[in-house]
C-alpha cells in the first residue's frame, strides 16, 4: 500500500470525528478527578489513534495491521521508543507465529 495513501485514510478518521462528535471515541471515558458533586473527565487519546488505524486497514483492505508505521513515524523524533515498540512487536510475532 501506499504510504502516503494510509497516513490520509488515518488522518481521514480523524477529520470525520470532527464531523461526528458522538463517534464513542470522542465520549469522554476517564475521570480525571472529582470533589463533591464537581468532575473532571477526559478522552482516551490513545482510543481515537486504534480506530483510526483500524479504519484505514478497512478503507483500504490492508490484509495486515497498519500499527507498523507506527514505528516508522516514532523514529525520527523518537529513537528510542520507536526502537522499544518495533522490539515489542517483533516480540508479539514471534508468540503468535509458529514460524517466527
Not at 469522554?28 to 482516551?44: N, Q, T, V, Y
Not at 486504534?50 to 478497512?58: H, K, L, N
Not at 490484509?63 to 521508543?81: F, G, I, K, R
Amino acid at each position: 500500500v501506499d504510504i502516503c495513501e494510509m497516513l490520509l485514510a488515518h488522518e481521514l478518521f480523524h477529520a470525520m470525528q470532527l464531523e461526528f462528535p458522538d463517534l464513542y471515541v470522542n465520549r469522554k471515558h476517564i475521570r480525571l478527578w472529582k470533589i463533591g458533586p464537581f468532575e473532571r473527565h477526559s478522552a482516551l487519546l490513545s482510543l481515537e489513534e486504534v480506530a483510526a488505524m483500524a479504519f484505514a486497514q478497512t478503507l483500504l483492505g490492508l490484509d495486515y495491521t497498519p500499527y507498523v508505521y507506527d514505528v516508522l513515524m516514532l523514529l525520527p523524533q523518537a529513537t528510542m521508543e520507536g526502537r522499544k515498540l518495533y522490539d515489542r512487536l517483533q516480540q508479539i510475532k514471534e508468540e503468535v507465529s509458529p514460524h517466527g
